[in-house]
């Protein structure tokens, strides 16, 4: 997508049926998973966004075999662990990608060196690298654990570490470099994605999780080895919340998404609109590479303004941008608490989106850890859109303003359209083929 800005209209109803990308979640973790694995691993559905693909060359910088068979096909042949990269990894934009692989190498006496781009460099490491460094890893880094980096790892000892704050990507790097190591334990209160623990079993681990009064147990033993196994990755929750989010703002639309991840650490989103007032049905439910996936079918509804429990902020994360723009188009107030991991992800997201929301006519209210959105439905007019909204390079910001602008009363531009890419490549193209009027501005 080489276009400077990118402008949504609104226009006719919105309806079709599509099919969401792989979930990047499980990309992510598929190469990775693959790579330390002996022998062959063939994923298909793979998210090919240039995240993920930047996670694929490096696993192939680690010494994996990793081939493109087809579209959403690859085949990774592990070598059983890592071996010393000749060149720096450079992760891009992919911050689940650089924690998770640093994580990884971690288990390994070797030493690698990794970047990124502006928005990554720019980002903390330090969550993943106190964990890491309890362990035995060094590094060294510039200020604040930012990127550049260069990590040493190999003999690293058992741990019992307590996750801070909610996240996955912690979790998981910790576990990845237990697997290698003497074990690990990871405590985490509030419960976070899954996808690690349960890809680990298939790929032959064994792994104890378990309910205490001090929140969920993630044991991973020692002497851990993996074999290579076939995975389906099925469609990416995050993504299908914004054609879900159009068909429910845009009068007259029904949109279904097919193939969608429904694991229960990833469906906040839809227990939210749910609460909102939105016309959503799941058909279809089944099992796919131990994963549930369904079909889910968005119909035009009157929202209504909810308060989101804070505890639901693990399971929702990446879809707050998206879930305030459904608010804005809401009858009262739609209050988002809890969600200061929000600032510290590819952009500031709080701020960014409080930005854009008023500079398209929507009230909004932010917090350091909270965002809260006034639906204009009660108001004498619609949300007005008419803005530029400046994304910082944020794929998420930029999609969700263009859903947005789908239902305005003026037309929405975004900037920076070209890192739509790094999760949804096809977005542009999924959105017309619905209807969406979306162009080069």
Known sequence: ????????????????????????????????????ASGVTEIEGLLEGDDVRRTAAAMAAFGAGVE????????????????????????GNA???????????????????????????????????????????TWICRDGGRLPLT??????????????????????????AGLNGQGCEVIEPEATRDHTERMLRGFGAEIEVRDAEDGRHIVLPAGQALKGTRIHVPGDPSSAAF????????????????????????????DTLGEMGADLSVTNVRDEGGETVADVTARHSALEGVDVPPERAPSMIDEYPILA????????????????????????????MAAGLAACGAGVEEEPDALTVVGAVRANH??????????????????????????????????EPGMIATSFPGFVDLMRGLGADIGEA
């Open 1 to 36: 997508m080489s276009a400077a800005q990118l402008t949504a209209r609104r226009g006719g109803p919105l309806r079709g049926v599509v099919r969401a990308p792989g979930d990047k979640s499980i990309s992510h973790r598929a190469l990775i998973l693959g790579a330390l």
């Open 68 to 91: 493109r068979l087809g579209e959403g096909r690859w085949r990774v042949e592990g070598r059983g662990g890592f071996s010393e990269p000749a060149d720096v990894i450079d992760c």
């Open 95 to 137: 911050g689940t990608g650089v924690r998770l692989i640093m994580g990884a190498a971690a288990g390994f006496p070797i030493a690698a060196t990794f970047t990124g781009d502006g928005s990554l460099r720019g980002r903390p490491m330090n969550r993943v690298l106190k964990p890491l460094g309890q362990m035995g890893a």
């Open 151 to 176: 990590l040493r790892g190999g003999n690293l000892k058992p741990i019992a570490y307590t996750l801070p704050e909610p996240s996955a990507q912690v979790k998981s790097a910790v576990l990845l």
């Open 243 to 270: 054609p879900l989010v159009a068909a429910l703002i845009v009068p007259g639309s029904e949109v279904t998404v097919q193939g969608m991840l429904l694991n229960p650490s990833r469906i906040g989103l839809l």
């Open 325 to 352: 723009v459904a608010a804005a188009f809401a009858s009262g107030r739609t209050a988002m608490r809890g969600i200061g991991e929000m600032r510290v992800k590819e952009s500031d997201r709080i701020a960014l």
């Open 382 to 415: 619609g949300v007005g859109g008419g803005a530029l909204v400046t994304t910082h390079g944020d794929h998420r910001i930029a999609m969700s303003h263009l859903v947005l602008g789908l239902a305005a009363e003026a037309p929405v531009r975004v900037d």
